[in-house]
């Protein structure tokens, strides 16, 4: 009896070391601009080509700016790095969705909607969300540069076998409690630690009756409980998004592909290192107070007490509200907010853009609010445009702007002004993510909408409710 990830994993081992790693075969390479350019330099320099370079596939987009995509970026290194991207595609026949493509955006988006990211696959990219595959059933996580050498030379990487947590949710979530607050709030109960050392496997049916989109919000944020990934077994949802896509296999290969994907699921009784059991109907719209992603609470909760909190935790406890500009006990509605942030690789899709637009229809955004909506692809842009997404967010006094990380992290030129606060539909609320002395609140996209509208904190459902 074994897990789904057991069987993936185990299905790749080209050997064991014993004691040690495992050389594990990789199906899909994704690279960007930030992370290659010192892997490739280090290929060329032992005289080694790409392995396989039909594995492989590239798209800019950290550094990108998400304003005149159509003119060469300002930013030295940006540039740079962007035109070695391209370099080194054209130099080792790696295909690459660079600006202006059709297909170029933000990797974790683009690998989907191509169909490169199927069932039963190990997938590796220099970059830690990419753990956001899992949500099709495939073992995906973030690799270093020297391991993005590794893959490029060999198709292999070394990497020590991982134990194994299920995380179970049952129940319907509430109308107005979306996949960003499932996530956030299993962070909140697990801590932004609670998952080193694991690949988590989602189960149960508050996962079963996400959209694609949906987990992959979910697995997306697995790294930010310290996980090395998580997964969720393919089933007819997980078919229905990759079927005609270009990249998935197409007609009867595609029925043979779906009997054998069909067959990846966790055996009963086969068992984990750890189980963790939480119920969706205490799950509310959460949103982030402190600067890791585990310090979460309901919109309508409060920062914890100082007292309440473990000794060994109270000072970096502190640190954190006061960088926040917060005490313990405070009440987060109706605290003012500057900026809003609607995009990355946790919430750029365009199921994330749909549920802004509803929302936002037929009233206005705040005078007070500086808004980015930022979708994560050019197909993505595109879609917005055909749905007539965009005339309904500019009606509102929104903006759709072009595809990148944008504020996510703030390695281009969208950034968050210092002491300003921030609602941020992204995965990370560190010190400084979104620009230096910047602050983040991590929340849902129909959060930071309803947050656009009134110029504060405040319960999506209520807003709702006029």
Not at 23 to 41: G, K, R
Not at 75 to 88: H, I, R
Not at 97 to 102: E, Q, T
Not at 437 to 459: E, F, N, Q
Request: one cysteine or more.
């Amino acid at each position: 009896m074994k897990t789904l990830f057991d069987k993936i994993w185990d299905s790749h081992v080209v050997s064991t070391i014993e004691d040690g790693p495992s050389a594990l075969y990789i199906d899909c390479h994704l690279i960007h601009e930030v992370t290659s350019p010192q892997a490739f330099a280090g290929i060329e320099k032992r005289g080694v080509s790409v392995f396989h370079s039909d594995r492989t596939f590239a798209t800019p987009d950290h550094n990108v700016p998400t304003i005149d995509q159509h003119i060469p970026i300002k930013d030295a290194l940006s540039k740079f790095q962007v035109d070695k991207l391209t370099e080194n595609c054209e130099n080792h026949g790696i295909e690459c969705y660079g600006l202006n493509h059709p297909y170029q955006g933000i990797v974790h988006v683009v690998g989907p909607q191509l169909g490169l990211t199927q069932p039963g696959m190990t997938i590796v990219c220099g970059d830690s969300h990419t753990s956001t595959h899992g949500a099709f059933g495939a073992i995906a996580f973030g690799i270093g540069t020297s391991e993005v050498e590794m893959v490029l030379a060999s198709q292999c990487i070394m990497q020590p076998k991982p134990k194994k947590m299920r995380i179970t949710v049952n129940g319907n979530l509430a109308d107005g409690v979306t996949a960003k607050d499932l996530i956030l709030y299993i962070i909140s109960k697990v801590t932004a630690s609670g998952g080193t050392g694991y690949f988590v496997e989602y189960a149960g049916s508050a996962f079963e009756n996400l959209s694609m989109e949906g987990r992959m919000t979910v697995c997306n944020m697995s790294i930010e409980m310290g996980a090395r990934g998580g997964l969720i077994a393919p089933d007819q949802t997980t078919f229905d998004y990759i079927r005609n896509r270009e990249k998935a296999p197409q007609g009867a290969d595609f029925d043979q592909a779906v009997e054998k994907w069909s067959e990846l699921k966790t055996d009963e009784g086969a068992t984990f290192d750890k189980e963790l059991v939480f119920d969706a109907h205490d799950i509310e719209p959460m949103i982030t107070f402190g600067t890791n992603p585990g310090m979460g609470t309901n919109v309508n909760g409060q920062i914890p007490i100082l007292s309440t909190i473990d000794s060994s935790e109270k000072e970096s406890f502190k640190k954190s509200i006061d960088y926040m500009g917060f005490s313990d006990g405070d009440q987060l509605i109706g605290k003012s907010i500057d900026y809003v942030f609607v995009g990355s690789c946790t919430n750029g899709r365009i199921e994330d853009l749909r549920e802004v637009a509803e929302f936002v229809k037929g009233r206005k955004k705040a005078d007070s609010i500086t808004a980015w909506i930022v979708p994560g692809s050019k197909q993505v842009e595109k879609q917005a445009e055909e749905e007539g997404i965009v005339e309904i967010l500019e009606e509102a006094g929104f903006k759709l702007r072009q595809p990148g990380c944008s504020a996510c992290l703030a390695m281009n030129d969208d950034k968050v002004p210092k002491g300003k606060y921030a609602i941020s539909t992204s995965n990370r609320n560190f010190e400084g993510r979104q620009g230096p002395g910047s602050r983040t609140l991590l929340a849902s996209p129909l959060t930071a909408a309803a947050v656009a509208v009134s110029g504060k904190i405040i319960d999506p459902r209520e807003v709702a409710k006029l």
